[in-house]
């Protein structure tokens, strides 16, 4: 019998794999191991934010308490970020922070798949708040939401240059926020195999100081899925601001 050659390298946890083959006209539509696993992220989100506030007791249990603080954090993010008039979109921003939250939790299980370590889940995310706070600001200001792209208390002679660079940046913004939270969760992802790989590699004799490592680097990566979920969040807010008052 032939030997097996197949080797597994840190980056084969990334590997988009088709679990139910489907095609619309030309277009692959296949139901793959990463929409299983941000299905199971919605999933979970609701019943956990269903289930737990169903009784609405006045002495909240453990998952009452977690559902509300997760509820006030960001309600006071978008009240602190945007005002009194970021309430409306306060579901879709809520929405948004339980989903990368949830996606990049479930993402640290073992053999489970980090949808957000894909820029093309992060980068459709970032997209559809690009084009959202877009379409509000034209709404809501209408051609006054251009000026957003002309600072204040600027000399004449500097405005086209700095008009220039400031249409650029409103442009990058959706590549930007994809990028951070793609690069951060995949480069995280990367480094704990690549230190499990050492762990087994070295046995037990000599394999504690990547063990030992291996561990704080877990810890250290439950952390960033939180905060790249709040970062991607609290730029969504401000984004917001600037689409609702472009002239401040």
């Known amino acids: ?10 980056l084969e946890q990334f590997e988009v794999k088709s679990l139910v083959d489907m095609h619309l006209g ?44 997760c509820y006030e954090f960001v309600a006071n993010m978008v009240r602190d970020n945007v005002g009194s008039e970021g309430r409306k979109y306060f579901p879709f921003i809520f929405t948004l922070f339980v989903f990368i939250l949830f996606s990049n939790i479930l993402g640290m299980l073992p ?6 370590s ?35 208390g600027v000399p004449v002679a500097l405005m086209p ?15 930007s926020l994809s990028v951070r939270l793609f690069a ?11 230190f499990g790989g050492f762990v087994i590699s070295l046995g037990l004799l000599l394999g504690w100081a990547p063990l ?7 810890g250290l990566e439950i952390g960033i899925a939180f905060l790249q979920a709040y970062v991607f969040t609290i730029l969504t807010c401000l984004y917001l601001h600037d689409a609702l008052h472009p002239g401040h």
């Open 26 to 69: 030309g277009l692959d539509v296949s139901f793959t191991n990463s929409s299983a696993w941000m299905v199971l992220a919605i999933i979970l989100a609701t019943l956990l934010l269903t289930l737990s506030m169903s009784g609405r007791a006045m002495v909240p249990g453990r998952w009452q308490s977690i559902s509300e603080l």
């Open 212 to 218: 030992v490592f291996l561990v704080a680097l877990t």
């Open 161 to 175: 240059l700095l008009v220039v660079i400031e249409v650029i940046s409103y442009f990058i913004r959706p590549i």
């Open 118 to 152: 894909h820029i093309i889940v992060t980068f459709a995310l970032a997209f559809v708040v690009f084009l959202g706070v877009t379409v509000i600001g034209f709404l809501k200001n209408g051609l006054g939401f251009l000026k957003l792209f002309v600072p204040s």
């Open 1 to 10: 019998m032939a030997e097996s050659t197949e080797q597994h390298g840190p």
């Open 111 to 116: 053999y489970s798949f980090t949808t957000t």
């Open 184 to 194: 951060n969760m995949m480069a995280g992802h990367t480094m704990l195999k690549v």
